[in-house]
């Protein structure tokens, strides 16, 4: 009976290790050029069959994630239904564990795991250009929580191309007292380039992949990623959030090789050498007060998946 069961998808966080804004576009968009990084935080999105589309919630900050049809990943079911004629009849429930409103993509990450899901329990058997597409109408992060890995976003973001990359590196993550609003961030951004040369796009470089940072990548050099880990939404984060500054020098002097804004924030990434200063690092940001918890991680790691 294909239609009892369950479907659980597991689906990573991201971190953007390269994040080039380019000018704000006339359709309210900033054209970007960022390296995507998949990383082993995971959020798993479990559809069953019901009456009605609903939404259950459950984790540390499952009260600041909306349990109703504004929820990401039951817009995501709907629109997989509408595309094949099918009643949205599932309910999902969301085991959370990226960060809420942290720039790490989890609402995007759990849209992406219900379609995987949905497609799965349905039979509705998208190709990965079909899920990719329906992804990408529903957030410039989604299409690349479908692919996980590493890829370089253009486009809003949509566009993916994936990159080689030659080993794993060791992350760590400090998670900030609430969140930020991504259009906020990209607002500040805006207002800050406005009092300079200007905002648009007329007046903002077109972003470029920065080929040190590929390269870094493709051979596994954990020191020169470090080196190359570039956020334009950093000095509006920083000016939303100004108590960031401390966490990222903590992080810093403790021997991180290289710290920056994960996406929009506030969330705040640490690239470690190895395993042992990764947990290092952890130790003194715990200790510091400077952020409410810490996650030690690897990657890349692969995109959404069915677990069971
Ligand atoms: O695509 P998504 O819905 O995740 O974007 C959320 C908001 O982030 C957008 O409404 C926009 O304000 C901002 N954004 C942007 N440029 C991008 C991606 C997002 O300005 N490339």
Not at 21 to 42: E, Q
Not at 52 to 73: E, F, I, W
Not at 81 to 109: D, E, T, W
Not at 263 to 280: H, W
Request: a negative charge.
């Amino acid at each position: 009976m294909p239609f009892e069961r369950s479907v659980t998808v597991r689906v990573p966080a991201k971190v953007n290790v390269q994040l080039a804004v380019g000018g704000r576009r006339a359709d309210g968009y900033h054209g970007l050029a960022t390296v995507f990084f998949a990383v082993g935080l995971y959020d798993e999105v479990t559809v069953t069959p019901a009456e009605a589309l609903t939404v259950t919630v459950a984790g540390t900050d499952a009260a600041h994630v909306p349990a109703d049809g504004s929820n990401l990943a039951a817009k995501a079911a709907a629109l997989l239904a509408a595309r094949h004629g099918l009643a949205p009849a599932v309910h999902l429930h969301i085991a959370k564990n990226i960060p809420v409103a942290g720039g790490m993509a989890g609402g995007s990450a759990d849209a992406a795991a219900a379609l995987v899901a949905c497609d799965a329990l349905w039979g509705t058997g998208e190709p990965p250009a079909g899920l990719a597409h329906l992804a990408a109408q529903l957030g410039s992060d989604v299409p690349f929580a479908l692919l996980g890995g590493v890829a370089l976003g253009e486009g809003r973001g949509e566009l993916l191309t994936p990159l080689p990359v030659g080993g794993a590196f060791h992350w760590v993550f400090a998670v900030a007292d609430g969140g930020l609003s991504t259009p906020a961030v990209y607002a500040e951004c805006d207002r800050q380039r406005a009092l300079g040369a200007g905002s648009g796009e007329a007046d903002v470089p077109p972003p470029t992949a920065d080929p040190a940072l590929l390269a870094a990548l493709r051979d596994g050099d954990a020191a020169a990623l470090g080196a190359a880990l570039r956020n334009d939404l950093q000095p509006a984060a920083l000016a939303l959030r100004p108590a960031l500054a401390a966490t990222l020098a903590t992080g810093g002097d403790a021997g991180a090789i290289g710290s920056l804004v994960s996406g929009s924030g506030p969330t705040c990434a640490f690239l470690a050498k190895d395993a042992e200063t990764a947990r290092t690092v952890a130790d003194a940001l715990a200790a510091s007060g400077t952020c409410r918890g810490v996650r030690i991680t690897e990657g890349p790691v692969p995109g959404a998946a069915v677990v069971g």
